[in-house]
Every structure is written in C-alpha cells, then in structure tokens.
C-alpha cells in the first residue's frame, strides 16, 4: 500500500497538483484496501491509475474480483464499513466498471482549482 501511495504523491507532485492530494491519498488507501480485503481471491493484488486533463484528476483502481464495493451504514460500534462513505465525501464522483476480462475498476474524480493538463501513469 505505501508504495501505491508514494505513486500518487510523486505523480501528482510531478504534475503540480498539490490541492487534491491529501484526498487522493486516502480515497486511494480505503478502495486499494477494499481490493485487497474484498476482492483479492487469487493474490493478484490491485492496479492503480492516474490520470489528469484540465482541472480534473482521475483515479482508477483495477482488482480482479467479482464482488462490487457497497456503501454501508455502520453503527458507532462498528470497527470497519466507513472506507465508501470517505471516499463519497471526499471525491466529487466515484463508479465501478465491470472488466470485460475479468474483475472490475472502481473509478474516482476530484475537481482540482486549477487547470492543469498532464499525461496518464500507471502503477
């Protein structure tokens, strides 16, 4: 996970994207985790996207699992159920696309404030 992490910080500084970061970093933990948790039935792990046009920046990541993430209402008591909930706060949009292949990606967007254009990484 620290590395799919230091791939965010290093694209996104690289781009010059610094207002969105922390938001990205943590979206990415909670669905990376998700993957990993939920999805990750034959220790392939999870794949991480990043891109960027104007002022938006897209994160896409792949696993191969076939179960879709879910938003849960957890009680107070409730030790985990808060990743979707996070990232619904803090991304601007978020989806999952079924993988023709196999498995699916779960997509979020984050508006940034200023327009910025920069190629697509992938990790």
Do not use: I, Y
């Not at 996970?1 to 943590?26: H, I, P, Y």
């Not at 979707?84 to 292949?101: C, F, T």
């Amino acid at each position: 996970m620290g590395e799919a992490r230091k791939f965010v910080v290093e694209t996104l500084t690289s781009w010059g994207v610094r207002d969105r970061l922390d938001d990205v970093c943590l979206c990415l933990s909670e669905v990376a985790t998700n993957a990993l948790v939920h999805a990750d039935q034959h220790g392939s792990g999870f794949r991480a996207r990043l891109t960027m046009a104007t002022a938006l920046v897209r994160l896409e990541v792949h696993d191969d699992g076939a179960g879709r993430p879910c938003r849960r209402h957890p009680s107070l008591d409730d030790p985990t159920g808060r990743g979707l909930l996070l990232v619904e706060e803090l991304s601007d949009e978020w989806g999952v696309e079924d993988d023709h292949r196999v498995g699916k990606t779960m997509w979020l967007t984050f508006k940034l404030t200023a327009a910025l254009c920069a190629p697509e990484r992938e990790n």
